[in-house]
T-cell receptor
Framework: GAVVSQHPSWVICKSGTSVKIECRSL??????MFWYRQFPKQSLMLMAT?????????EQGVEKDKFLINHASLTLSTLTVTSAHPEDSSFYIC????????????FGPGTRLTVT | EDKVVQSPLSLVVHEGDTVTLNCSYE??????LLWYKQEKKAPTFLFML????IEKKSGRLSSILDKKELFSILNITATQTGDSAVYLC???????????FGQGTRLTINP
């Protein structure tokens, strides 16, 4: 069964609003979680590494004030897309590693965000 | 810059054929190489490879890593239409503690 869940699975919002996406590890604790975005027919691009109890680490070119990450507990990380624009429309996927960050990572089912 | 390159980008074969997907990498600090299968949603884990020359096998799928030549292959034998998917290769970078993905290979199996 699924070991990482994401909510919501899809969301439509208007330009200028904010959207929060949740990522949960279901039967293990994850001090680190990863957030990716994927555009159609493209590969996964890492956006940021979410660290429980400390600030997230953002990849170059990712605006930390626009994509707010909070790792609230050992099983929950949230990504908030603030002041969303149509170009933020994408597939957002989180992952969490079992047994430390270098071990196999389990991906959530993804969240499709459409900004109108 | 850490880089993972997959080839071919797209492949169309007939059911029953055998396919080989390639993944080469140039990274600063290699820890492991992972293969994923992505259908409509998020990727599902196939293999993780850390040592050269040791084949990992699961049913009709197998994979091997060559750390000297910096590449890995994923083999699928007796392909079925259910194997149609995008296959992603990723390398875990020690130090940076993150996965770098290749572009993926879109595999289509025709009946």
């Amino acid at each position: 069964g699924a070991v990482v869940s994401q909510h919501p699975s899809w969301v439509i919002c208007k330009s200028g609003t904010s959207v929060k996406i949740e990522c949960r590890s279901l039967d293990f604790q994850a001090t680190t979680m990863f957030w990716y975005r994927q555009f159609p027919k493209q590969s996964l691009m890492l956006m940021a590494t979410s660290n429980e109890g400390s600030k997230a680490t953002y990849e170059q070119g990712v605006e930390k004030d626009k994509f707010l990450i909070n790792h609230a507990s050992l099983t929950l990380s949230t990504l908030t897309v603030t002041s969303a624009h149509p170009e933020d429309s994408s597939f957002y996927i989180c992952s969490a590693p079992r047994q430390g960050p270098s071990y196999e990572q389990y991906f959530g089912p993804g969240t499709r965000l459409t900004v109108t | 810059e850490d880089k993972v390159v997959q080839s071919p980008l797209s492949l169309v074969v007939h059911e029953g054929d055998t396919v080989t997907l390639n993944c080469s990498y140039e990274v600063t600090n290699f820890r492991s190489l992972l293969w994923y299968k992505q259908e409509k949603k998020a990727p599902t884990f196939l293999f993780m490879l850390t040592s050269s020359g040791i084949e990992k096998k699961s049913g009709r799928l197998s994979s091997i890593l060559d750390k000297k030549e910096l590449f890995s292959i994923l083999n699928i034998t007796a392909t079925q239409t259910g194997d149609s998917a995008v296959y992603l290769c990723a390398v875990f970078i020690q130090g940076a503690q993150k996965l770098v993905f290749g572009q993926g290979t879109r595999l289509t199996i025709n009946p």
